[in-house]
């Protein structure tokens, strides 16, 4: 907020937009320089030889300002400053930052000056703009980008393309959409506008630009990775790395809108265990606390359908499941935390959902600590296992007028998109100081820059259930993981299935709910949750229909790569990493990828490629599951690739035609791969991976680094885990099996390995492969098999 009042707003807005008549000195700083330019005060500051911050105030102002987002304080970063002309130039060992001293053009290129990004001439203005008492600026940054550069981020957002350029975007956090002012590009870098009032994203010809609604400067952050990896690296070190969640999260989850009691919730685990049919956790969504608007969100059972909740979560657990339930960040005015957080002034003043509740100022500590208590209390001691926040938009169905208010970071305007980091992040906190026992585990609708570091999982709100909208969900994740926010899911199903109006009894939603599950396996998150229709697989068909069958096939498979998925939790924890992986950041050299938006890679192995649109049920539902269909599959260049299905090898850089029958989404796996699959099980923790199989995809060498450790505690950070890394050579055809790294209670410390070399017919598809290759005892020493 500034902390210096500011006269004469007309003529300094007249003099920003002039053209100087000469250039500014500068001084050096201990991170950068500091500049006077077009009446403005410019600093560059390094936070890394990476990492760069440019701030630029109008003079005569002073500002204080904490982002909710970068926690990453300047490093001690070696560069150098020269004087060019009319410019000034810094120079570290990753980039070259050149501020021009007449029109406060900033540019940047890499180490060996080649151009990366370039602000436009006089592209940053200050316009006066006063809401309620409240003086501030409508703030814009415009940038220069190549004619064909390809750009992606944003966050999630629902117009199903990839690559951003062309187009304007108003970034205001609403349901289903998700703003991110943040953009990476093909080049290896990326640009973080850090704003957090509604912000207008624009790129045409003439420019690129983020207008923002409010702000006292223009903040943002320049970081160069190289590679697309590289850059999420920068994101991370800047805004927080990622915590590991449970393996048990990486399990099926089913939910609906809504178990209307105790016992319904209790027999959906019950009928799945009948089944034998995989699940790890069930979500009770809203109204637990009871079904009178006035009582909305009390966090706490209050609805007598659900007597003893204590219990249920003691009868889930007893099915070696878990339980995590919706809470809001809006109260009823019956319900007691209203009371005690409307007694201390801590609650917004507008409509939200439903009219009757009012939305705490989560923004304000003391609001974050009772809504903690309320949680803890009621819910966390009773043995809830974790947390679907819902609505961390949060929901705002007002006046504009109303983003004037006050709240206790400043202006409501200035703030409004940074509401769901703020939210997660104090329940993140306050549950670590509770205990160390659980992960942190947030389902949240909502999110901003940094995100990561809050044990959180966003889904992309309440969508509905059409193949179109299908088909844009896999650039939406795509684009919001971009952002350095791997955790990502959809309802499986899609919220809304109103365009069905018999649900689960019409065929064509049940083909839908099918490809949309298969979808689903190769999400972060696997969960299935909607509104107007049930969605349990007993109720999609009896076993041995192809509804049922194909269900539990992709339900089984996802177990069954639960090894090769908690393995690259660790790597996005600690190496940077991403799942839902746009084709881009793997094949930067394969332009037909570039603007990609129904593939992409999950994990470093894994090509998949989601059937989006309807081919076995006819109009008048008549279900034809004998015709032959197909769906194009592009291969990127640079390697080759083999069916995971059949085990089939391909050439890249070509367009197959993939059939897909019901059963079948095309998958397949990178060339060089090492894929462990685990053991069939009904739930994650119920058979250790004393034997795996090793699937070894030939053509080129590879590597795989398997984790382990405790499942669910924070013993991790201690160092308490383990890590075996596999190597395949493919020209001696020889795997190497290196010494067990690291150690943990309970630690396997010998096991199997079915190594398997994948070939047509051999080490394919969801089974265990019949016989082998070579089966090895592993006692944590170095193995070297030949194959």
Excluded at 658 to 687: C, F, H, N
Aim: proline share 5%; glycine share 6%; aromatic share 14%.
């Amino acid at each position: 907020m500034r902390t210096k009042k500011v006269t004469g707003l007309t003529m300094l807005f007249l003099a920003l937009i002039a053209t100087p008549l000469w250039g500014q000195s500068y001084q050096k700083t201990s991170c950068g320089i500091k500049a006077n330019v077009c009446s403005m005060n410019v600093e560059v500051q390094f936070y890394s030889p990476e990492i760069v911050r440019i701030i630029k105030s109008p003079i005569g102002t002073d500002f204080v300002k904490k982002s909710f987002s970068v926690i990453k304080t300047p490093e001690e970063t070696d560069y150098s400053v020269r004087e060019q002309n009319d410019c000034v130039v810094l120079k570290s060992k990753a980039v070259e930052i050149t501020l021009n001293l007449k029109t406060g053009k900033v540019a940047y290129a890499d180490a060996k000056g080649n151009s990366l990004l370039t602000e436009k001439d006089y592209g940053t203005q200050f316009t006066p703009v006063a809401y309620r008492e409240c003086e501030t600026y409508l703030v814009r940054q415009a940038f220069m980008l190549d004619r064909d550069e390809a750009i992606y981020g944003l966050g999630q957002l629902q117009q199903g393309k990839m690559n951003q350029r062309n187009q304007m975007v108003h970034l205001r956090n609403v349901n289903s959409t998700i703003c991110i002012p943040y953009i990476q590009s093909i080049k290896g870098y990326s640009v973080f506008w850090d704003n957090y009032s509604p912000t207008t994203f624009t790129d045409n010809p003439m420019e690129t630009a983020f207008d923002s609604q409010a702000g006292d400067c223009a903040d943002y952050y320049f970081m160069y990775g190289e590679n697309a990896d590289g850059v999420v690296r920068c994101m991370r070190d800047l805004t927080g790395q990622v915590q590991m969640n449970a393996l048990w999260t990486y399990g099926f989850w089913q939910s609906r809108e809504r178990y209307q009691s105790q016992e319904e919730l209790l027999d959906v685990v019950k009928k799945y265990r009948e089944l034998g049919v995989p699940l790890d956790g069930i979500i009770q969504d809203w109204q637990y606390w009871g079904t009178d608007q006035k009582d909305w969100n009390a966090v706490e059972f209050g609805n007598p359908l659900f007597p003893n909740p204590q219990k249920m979560m003691e009868d889930v657990h007893k099915m070696n499941a878990h339980i995590i339930a919706s809470v809001w960040p809006s109260f009823g005015n019956n319900t007691n935390i209203y009371k005690e957080l409307n007694s201390k002034n801590l609650l917004l003043d507008f409509k939200t959902f439903p009219e009757s509740a009012k939305v705490y100022d989560t923004f304000n500590p003391e609001a974050r600590n009772i809504y903690w208590d309320y949680m803890n209390k009621n819910l966390f001691a009773k043995g809830m296992d974790g947390w679907w926040l819902d609505a961390t938009e949060p929901e705002f169905f007002d006046n504009d007028d109303k983003l004037n208010q006050k709240t206790y970071a400043g202006l409501y305007r200035k703030v409004f998109n940074a509401f769901p980091i703020v939210s997660v992040g104090g329940v993140y906190d306050h549950q670590r100081a509770v205990s160390s026992d659980k992960r942190v585990f947030i389902l949240t609708r909502s999110a901003f820059a940094g995100q990561q570091r809050y044990g959180a999982n966003s889904w992309s709100g309440d969508i509905r259930s059409t193949w179109d909208v299908l088909r844009k969900q896999i650039p939406a994740g795509l684009n919001f993981s971009i952002c350095g926010i791997p955790y990502w899911n959809t309802d499986i199903g899609g919220f809304h299935a109103y365009t069905y109006p018999d649900g689960i009894k019409d065929p064509a939603y049940r083909e839908l709910y099918v490809r949309w599950t298969q979808f689903g396996t190769f999400t972060p998150m696997m969960r299935s949750h909607g509104t107007s229709t049930p969605r349990e697989i007993y109720l999609m068909g009896e076993k041995g229909s192809w509804e049922f069958n194909t269900l539990e096939k992709y339900m089984n498979l996802r177990y069954l790569l639960l090894p090769y998925l908690y393995s690259t939790a660790w790597s996005v924890s600690t190496n940077g990493d991403t799942y839902m992986r746009a084709l881009f950041m793997d094949f930067p050299q394969d332009k037909k990828v570039y603007d990609m938006a129904d593939e992409y890679m999950f994990g470093r192995a894994l090509l998949v490629a989601p059937v989006t649109e309807p081919m076995y049920v006819d109009k008048d539902k008549s279900v034809n599951l004998e015709r032959v269909k197909t769906k194009p599959v592009y291969l990127p260049a640079g390697c080759s690739w083999f069916d995971f299905w059949t085990g089939e090898q391909f050439s890249g850089q070509q367009t197959i035609n993939r059939e897909v029958p019901i059963d079948i989404m095309p998958l397949y796996v990178r060339a060089g791969s090492i894929l462990p699959i685990g053991p069939k099980v009904q739930y994650a923790t119920e058979t250790k991976w004393s034997t795996l199989e090793i699937r070894i995809y030939p053509g080129a060498d590879g590597e795989f680094l398997l984790y382990e450790d405790e499942n669910d505690n924070y013993n991790y950070e201690k160092g308490a885990y383990s890590t075996i890394a596999f190597k395949w050579d493919d020209t001696r055809k020889t795997l190497i099996i290196g010494d067990r790294k690291g150690k943990f209670p309970g630690m396997l410390k010998n096991r199997k390995f079915n190594i398997v070399l994948v070939e047509k017919g051999h080490g394919a598809s969801d089974q265990p492969t019949a016989k082998a290759d070579k089966t090895v005892s592993y006692f944590g020493k170095k193995l070297q098999i030949k194959l």
